[in-house]
C-alpha cells in the first residue's frame, strides 16, 4: 500500500473572488489518525519533513491549543506569526496570519478512513490584497500544499509502515 495518494488535481483553486482566493488539497496517508495528529501537533519538528518550513517556534504557549502562536519560516515568503484559531484533538486545526492587506488562514483537518486516513489541506486569503497575492503566491501556495502531503506522508511511512492483513509491517 502507497503512503499517499495524491489526486489527478492536486492543490485545486477552490474559490476566487477580489477579496478572497482558496486552494485545498486532499490526500490519503496510510497512518492511523493519532499519527497524523502527533506530527502535526509539533510543529516545531516540522523542518524535518516538510520542506515547506525551515523553521518553527512557539511564540506564546507550546502547545497547539487555540490562542496559541508559532513564528515560522518559509522559503520565499517573510517569517510570519500563525496564531491557531481553532483546534480539535486527533482532528486537526487552523491558524491564520496578518499580511499587508491579506490574512491568510491555513487548515489542517483529519478524517479517519478504513485504511488510514485522508487529510484536508487548506490556505484561504482574505482582505483588498486577496487578489493580488494570489496572482504573486497562488502557484507556491499550490506547491506548498503538495509538498506538505508528501513530505508528511514520507515521515509518517518511516515512522508507521503500513501494516499487511495478518498484522505483519508490509515492505
Known amino acids: 500500500m502507497d503512503a499517499i495518494r495524491l489526486p489527478a488535481a492536486a492543490a485545486v483553486l477552490v474559490s ?23 506530527a502535526l501537533r509539533d510543529v ?7 520542506p515547506t518550513v525551515t523553521r518553527a517556534a512557539w511564540v506564546h504557549q507550546a502547545t497547539l491549543v487555540t490562542g496559541a502562536r508559532v513564528r515560522l519560516h518559509q ?13 480539535e484533538p486527533f482532528r486537526g486545526f487552523s491558524w491564520s496570519c496578518q499580511g499587508l492587506g491579506v490574512s491568510v488562514q491555513a487548515g489542517h483537518w483529519i478524517e479517519p478512513a478504513a485504511d488510514g486516513c485522508q487529510l484536508c489541506l487548506t490556505i484561504t486569503l482574505r482582505g483588498p490584497c486577496a487578489a493580488a497575492a494570489a496572482l504573486l503566491f497562488g502557484r507556491l501556495n499550490q506547491r506548498y500544499l503538495q509538498r506538505e502531503l508528501a513530505g508528511l506522508a514520507e515521515y509518517l511511512g518511516r515512522c508507521h509502515p503500513p501494516v499487511s492483513m495478518n498484522g505483519d509491517a508490509t515492505p
Do not use: K
Open 16 to 38: 476566487r473572488a477580489p477579496r478572497c482566493v482558496s486552494y485545498e488539497l486532499h490526500g490519503h496517508l496510510a497512518a492511523p489518525p493519532a499519527a497524523v495528529w502527533a
Open 44 to 50: 516545531e519538528r516540522w523542518p524535518r519533513w516538510t
Open 75 to 87: 522559503p520565499g515568503l517573510l517569517p510570519a506569526t500563525w496564531t491557531v484559531e481553532q483546534a
